[in-house]
């Protein structure tokens, strides 16, 4: 089956092709929309059909990171615009969310860059994120250069893999692929937790300030 598509696909005019590459990751890391965009996988069969149809892999990763750092500016902007609003409206909702909205205004003046860098690899981190910095106040000046070197890294490997490895990986991803990401966000969810326990313990064996 991924090995018919990649074939129909390559079988496309190129500028169909670079089409899909701007709109997969356009989509996937667009707020609400990305559970229903296989971006990733869609990407890895544009890569391979990339390499087919002849169409160079160096303009597929421009128009894919072109379309991965808009869905993902579009998701901070639904966050900054909409987000705090939202979440303060209602009482029982604020009652809610107060606390947890609180930790990540502090989590992303002290870690938004490389937070958003890091959770552009990891599936349901990919569009959460940016709509999360958006919503806990990161300024877009400091969240555009992470997102630009996250969405040209991502693209770059993702299509590459395709490019090279064609359809093996792409029926991979396609099987393994939900296992994957659950596999990174507990990775993910494990470094973040012993980070923070070492921090309280570091906190712990300060010695105070004596007078």
């Known amino acids: 089956m991924i090995e018919s598509l990649i074939e129909r696909i390559a079988e496309l005019e190129p500028h169909w ?3 899909l590459a701007f709109l997969l ?19 890895v069969v544009i890569g391979a059909s990339a390499r087919i149809a002849g169409v160079p892999i160096v303009l597929v ?3 894919g990171s072109a379309g991965a750092f808009l869905g993902d500016s579009t998701s901070w902007f639904i966050g900054h615009r909409w987000g705090t ?3 303060t409206r209602w009482e029982p909702i604020r009652r809610h969310t107060e606390g947890p909205l609180a ?25 959460l994120v940016p709509l999360v910095a958006g919503t806990s106040g ?6 555009v250069p992470w997102n630009a070197a996250a969405s040209v890294g991502w ?9 090279v490895f064609g359809e093996p990986v792409a029926a991979a991803l396609d099987r393994f692929g939900l296992v994957v990401t659950v596999v990174m966000v ?4 494990i470094v973040v937790a012993r980070y923070r326990v070492r921090r309280r313990r570091a906190a712990a064996d300060t010695p105070g300030d004596h007078h």
């Open 85 to 87: 609003a939202l979440l």
């Open 61 to 63: 990763i421009a128009v």
């Open 17 to 19: 092709l670079l089409l």
């Open 186 to 189: 507990a990775v993910v969810f």
């Open 103 to 127: 930790a990540a205004e502090d989590h992303f003046a002290r870690y938004g860059g490389p937070t958003v860098f890091g959770a552009r690899f990891v599936g349901p981190l990919r569009a």
């Open 138 to 143: 990161m300024a877009y000046r400091r969240f």
């Open 25 to 43: 990751p356009l989509g996937e890391t667009v707020a609400l929309v990305d559970f229903l965009v296989p971006g990733e996988l869609g990407l």
């Open 155 to 163: 693209v770059t490997l993702v299509v590459t893999l395709g490019a």
